[in-house]
T-cell receptor, first 116, second 114 residues
Framework: DTAVSQTPKYLVTQMGNDKSIKCEQNLGHDTMYWYKQDSKKFLKIMFS???????INETVPNRFSPKSPDKAHLNLHINSLELGDSAVYFC???????????????FGNGTRLTVT | KQEVTQIPAALSVPEGENLVLNCSFT??????LQWFRQDPGKGLTSLLL?????REQTSGRLNASLDKSSGRSTLYIAASQPGDSATYLC?????????????FGTGTRLQVFP
């Protein structure tokens, strides 16, 4: 069973389009994240949700809008895609055990987004 | 601002060697440090998590140490195998800024050849 699954695995689209990436975790975790990995393989957090509530919103264009219908799902919708949005997007989850500590992060396999 | 650096950026070794990957961070006020492995085209797999009160963690052939005061962690891989070839990333969770955020290093790309 896949613990953190995201779809699609590959996404190729043209500039200006709107696209969504879906993420689901079956680990019972209460916190989910979206990370972006750029062409230099650097991973940077975009958003974090705890029990469906947004707790981290890094400096990300407002064209990116996360949505968490329940604590097992965190989807990412991107409007008006730009060339610079091309990257690999990773979903992750963890359990917030106590103030700040948390359990290890579990990652999905990533969605490779290519904007042409 | 927390910065995480990993040295070396790439490493190529023959099978069977013991090796050490290094991770350093600028702000010692951390909750924990986590080591991950990333295979090409895959997500990250958590290897070891060391809480700030711990000095080391072990899992099989892997041993991670943490020296919070000096801002350093090492990942020791014993008797390396070709299957260990991957990119290894360390990440720290900060104490005083947004505590739910992991700051990642840029990784060490390891190749173990037969």
């Amino acid at each position: 069973d896949t613990a953190v699954s995201q779809t699609p695995k590959y996404l190729v689209t043209q500039m200006g389009n709107d696209k969504s990436i879906k993420c689901e975790q079956n680990l019972g975790h209460d916190t989910m994240y979206w990370y972006k990995q750029d062409s230099k393989k650097f991973l940077k957090i975009m958003f974090s949700y705890n029990n469906k509530e947004l707790i981290i919103n890094e400096t990300v264009p407002n064209r990116f809008s996360p949505k968490s219908p329940d604590k097992a799902h965190l989807n990412l919708h991107i409007n008006s895609l730009e060339l610079g949005d091309s990257a690999v997007y990773f979903c992750a989850s963890s359990q917030f055990t106590r103030q700040g500590a948390g359990s290890p992060l579990h990652f999905g396999n990533g969605t490779r987004l290519t904007v042409t | 601002k927390q910065e995480v650096t990993q040295i070396p950026a790439a490493l190529s070794v023959p099978e069977g060697e013991n090796l050490v990957l290094n991770c350093s961070f600028t702000d010692s006020a951390i909750y924990n440090l986590q080591w991950f492995r990333q295979d090409p085209g895959k997500g990250l797999t958590s290897l070891l998590l060391i809480q700030s009160s711990q000095r080391e963690q072990t899992s099989g052939r892997l041993n991670a140490s943490l020296d919070k005061s000096s801002g350093r962690s090492t990942l020791y891989i014993a008797a390396s195998q070709p299957g260990d070839s991957a990119t290894y990333l360390c990440a720290v969770k900060g104490l005083f800024y947004n505590t739910d955020k992991l700051i990642f290093g840029t990784g060490t790309r390891l190749q173990v050849f037969p």
